[in-house]
Each structure stands twice: as structure tokens, then as C-alpha cells.
């Protein structure tokens, strides 16, 4: 089985220390988000791993060896790193042809990943002459050409449209499952938690969190519970009897802070109090993730104060 080993990772542009002593593996059989405020080193990182750039020191090896040292690469890694890679003037299947030729891939697989990403019916067309979200199809088509254990992935459903966006996780999804390695860089987080199990972190070129997802938001989220009733006296006596409070919202919903779903439907059944819906609201990464990172962006935009 494949991991992306990274071990003592760091890499200094002058004085601007990118990545900074980083270690974390990336296992297979599941997707790892790869995650970190504008500038917190990931480009960086997957560059190093993808031998496009040369650590200062420590290594980036992907199942024990160095990319420069891997015979016909795409056949063992598959990135994509920017839509707009292919030549414009190109079509996209001399495109896959022409990288399929340099790996020794068959050349069947070139009809197969058009096919599999929704683009051979574009087949012959330039690639100048592609929309975003087609040009992101055609670089996850290069990414997948080789068959690879590896998959690499920055921004995947930039520029895609709603029943794309739902294909990319779909996708992401079946790679894990088919036990590749499989690591996706994004800033969307709700669409990373729809598709990772694992995540990694950075801030300022620093490893903040390697977790499984769950984890990662359950450690920073306090759970809260959601419940509408038409009895709120009832509600909120039976809940303060047990030490919790209730707090109402504009519609029409009551929030128990710092409680579990189980806990509450307990107390709320023994106590007999009518209930319409019952809810666990177990936070989202997005407000993990903000958690964590508050104090390591680098760039943040301040409103401008008011001014007397
Ligand atoms: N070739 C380079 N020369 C000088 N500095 C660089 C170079 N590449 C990256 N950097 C700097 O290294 C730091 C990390 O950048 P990097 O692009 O890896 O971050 P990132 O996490 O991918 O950010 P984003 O989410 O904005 O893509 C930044 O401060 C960036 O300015």
C-alpha cells in the first residue's frame, strides 16, 4: 500500500520559512483534506511532495521514494494542481495522449478517463475553447490517466457546476474506497467535510491538527441540541431540573447549549413534555476549523472602524 510520507518537511524561500519542520503521513483507503488559511504553506507542501521544488531539509517520499526517483510517475502519483496545465491549442485527447505516450499508459485509458470525467464529448475540441469546469475535468482526467495509487487533488470542484461539484465527491469517495491515497487541498470546507475522513492542517507552514474528522470537530465544537415544542414552560422546567438551559430562537426552535441528543430526549420523555422535533446539532468543520486557525491567518481582511 501507497502513503505520502512527509518527515521533518521544510523549505525557506530567502528569509520566508514556507514549511516549517512538517511531519504527517497520508494513508490509503481514505481521503485526507489538506487544509490551512491563504499562504499556510499546502502548494508548498504538495510541490515538495510532487519533486516541482527542493525541501531546505527533511524529506517528502510517496510509498518510501522520492517522486524524481519513481519510473514513469503518473503511473504511481496523479495531481492536479492547476486546470489550465494543457496546452490551449491542444485537443483534449492529444493532451491525455501525449502524457499517456510518456508514462508507457495504454492508450485505452485515455478513452476511458474522458469518459469517466464527462468529457468525451469534447473530445476533439481545443481546450482553449473550455469552460472552467471542463478544464477541470480534463486535469482530473490527467490525474487518473495512469491508474495511480496516488491521487492529489487542489481545489477539485473549483468552477464545477452543482451535479459536478456532487460527482467530485462521488468520486473522492470511490478512489478511498478502491484503497488509494488520496489527498485533497480546499478552502471549501463543507464540501471537504463531505468527502474527507482525515485531516490535516496548517498554519503559517506548521502542523496544527492530523485527526480524523469526526474527532477534529467533536474536540472543538460543543454539541447543542435543537427542539420545538409546544410546550416551552414544560421544556425549559425539565431541563433545568437536570442543569441545562434553553435558549429560544426567532424560529420557533429552542437550543440546548452543551448537551447531547440522547441526554435530552431522556429527560424530555420522562418529564412528559410534548415534542414536535428533536435534533443533535453536532457543529460543522467550518466552525472547528475557524476555531483552530483564528489566531494563525496570516491575511485577514479588518472592517474599517466607524468613525465618530
Ligand atoms: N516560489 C516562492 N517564492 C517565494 N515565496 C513563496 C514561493 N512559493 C510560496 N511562497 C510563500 O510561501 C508561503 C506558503 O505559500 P503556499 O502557496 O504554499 O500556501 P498555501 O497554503 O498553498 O496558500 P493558498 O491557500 O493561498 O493557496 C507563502 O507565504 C508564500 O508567499
Redesign the pocket.
Known amino acids: 500500500m501507497t502513503s505520502i510520507d512527509v518527515q521533518n518537511l521544510t523549505k525557506e524561500?530567502?528569509t520566508?520559512r514556507?514549511?516549517d519542520d512538517l511531519t504527517f503521513t497520508v494513508r490509503p483507503g481514505g481521503v485526507t483534506g489538506f487544509l490551512?488559511?491563504?499562504?499556510?504553506?499546502?502548494?508548498?507542501?504538495v510541490?515538495l511532495v510532487l519533486g516541482l521544488?527542493r525541501p531546505t531539509s527533511g524529506t517528502a517520499t510517496v510509498g518510501g521514494r522520492a517522486y524524481t526517483a519513481l519510473h514513469e510517475p503518473l503511473r504511481h502519483v496523479g495531481a492536479l494542481l492547476d486546470a489550465d496545465a494543457a496546452h490551449g491549442s491542444r485537443t483534449a485527447r492529444d493532451h491525455l495522449r501525449v502524457l499517456a505516450l510518456s508514462n508507457r499508459v495504454p492508450a485505452r485509458r485515455v478513452d476511458e478517463v474522458m469518459e469517466e470525467t464527462g468529457i468525451a464529448s469534447v473530445a476533439h475540441r481545443r481546450v482553449k475553447t473550455y469552460s472552467l469546469g471542463m478544464r477541470q475535468r480534463l486535469g482530473i482526467a490527467a490525474a487518473l490517466l495512469g491508474d495511480p495509487g496516488v491521487v492529489i487533488l487542489d481545489e477539485p470542484s473549483n468552477g464545477l457546476d452543482p451535479e459536478g461539484i456532487i460527482w467530485v465527491r462521488e468520486l473522492l469517495r470511490r478512489l478511498a474506497a478502491e484503497g488509494r491515497t488520496v489527498l485533497v487541498?480546499s478552502?471549501l470546507m463543507n464540501e471537504t467535510a463531505s468527502f474527507a475522513d482525515h485531516l490535516v492542517v496548517?498554519g503559517r507552514?506548521r502542523l496544527l491538527a492530523d485527526t480524523p474528522m469526526r474527532e477534529f470537530i467533536d474536540a472543538r465544537v460543543r454539541p447543542r441540541v435543537r427542539v420545538r415544542t409546544p410546550d416551552p414552560t414544560a421544556l425549559k422546567a425539565a431541563l433545568a431540573r437536570h442543569g441545562h438551559d434553553a435558549v429560544e430562537h426567532e424560529d420557533g426552535y429552542w437550543t440546548v447549549h452543551h448537551a447531547r441528543v440522547d441526554d435530552v430526549g431522556r429527560i424530555v420523555s420522562g418529564a412528559g413534555v410534548p415534542v414536535l422535533e428533536l435534533a443533535a446539532d453536532q457543529g460543522t468543520l467550518e466552525q472547528a476549523y475557524l476555531d483552530l486557525t483564528a489566531t494563525e491567518t496570516?491575511f485577514t481582511a479588518h472592517p474599517k472602524e466607524a468613525r465618530p
Do not use: Q
Request: aromatic share 4%; net charge positive; hydrophobic share 20%.
Open positions: 524561500y530567502g520566508r514556507a514549511v490551512g488559511p491563504n499562504g499556510a504553506g499546502k502548494s508548498t507542501t510541490r521544488d487541498s478552502h496548517l507552514g496570516e
